[in-house]
């Protein structure tokens, strides 16, 4: 490894390491309340080496906005990839993953929960953070027209199908987020058994 390499590595992982302690305080303190130097004072580095890599607070957000919205769109293109076509069967694989994926970054969690607005156009939710908004849950909006179309699904509105699954879904993730403390199964175990009783109400029988 040549010096410029071990350089580049160790200023990414740097990164990364400033990048987590915002998201820390980001979502311990609530975004406002945070400045540079608190950033700065939890990794045991000065601001300015911190302005190396972002602009202000703003960018240091929006970076970590991108990289979650990019990782979670990545895992929805993989798991398209590998189920079957049933678009039932898809559709559960991904509110799976994302659920896994929210419960087991809880400070990411509450950030976004802080934080997020919401906009529903033709028929698609996009999500925002203060930057440019996201369409990251479009493989869900294709699921559930496909699953329409072939006469799988009660509801024939697919922007109330839609809505209905995030209200349900977001409310279980957000209590196992918020309250780890409130005994209940293994997720994997009760997640399971929880979408079997939300698709119970709108899946054709």
């Not at 390491?17 to 608190?38: N, T, W």
């Amino acid at each position: 490894m040549t010096i410029q390499d071990r350089k580049e590595r160790e200023n990414s992982q740097l990164k990364q390491k400033i990048l987590a302690a915002a998201l820390h305080v980001f979502a311990e303190q609530g975004y406002g309340k945070v400045s540079m130097r608190k950033i700065a004072a939890l990794i045991d580095y000065s601001p300015t080496t911190i302005y190396r890599f972002f602009r202000n607070k703003s960018e240091l957000l929006q970076t970590i906005v991108a990289e979650t919205y990019g990782e979670l769109s990545a895992r929805f293109e993989k798991i398209k990839g590998k189920n079957d076509a049933d678009p039932i069967v898809v559709l559960k694989a991904l509110i799976k993953e994302y659920v896994v994926f929210c419960v087991n970054r809880p400070e990411m969690t509450r950030l976004f929960l802080d934080l997020a607005s919401f906009e529903m156009e033709d028929g698609n939710m996009y999500e925002r953070l203060g930057g440019p908004r996201h369409r990251v849950y479009q493989s869900w909006s294709d699921c559930i027209r496909n699953s329409i179309e072939l006469g799988r699904l009660e509801v024939r509105d697919d922007t109330r199908v839609f809505l209905y699954l995030w209200d349900t879904v977001n409310g279980y993730m957000n209590q196992r987020t918020l309250y780890p403390g409130v005994p209940r199964k293994p997720l994997a175990e009760d997640l399971t058994e929880y979408l079997g009783l939300v698709f119970r109400g709108i899946e054709v029988q």
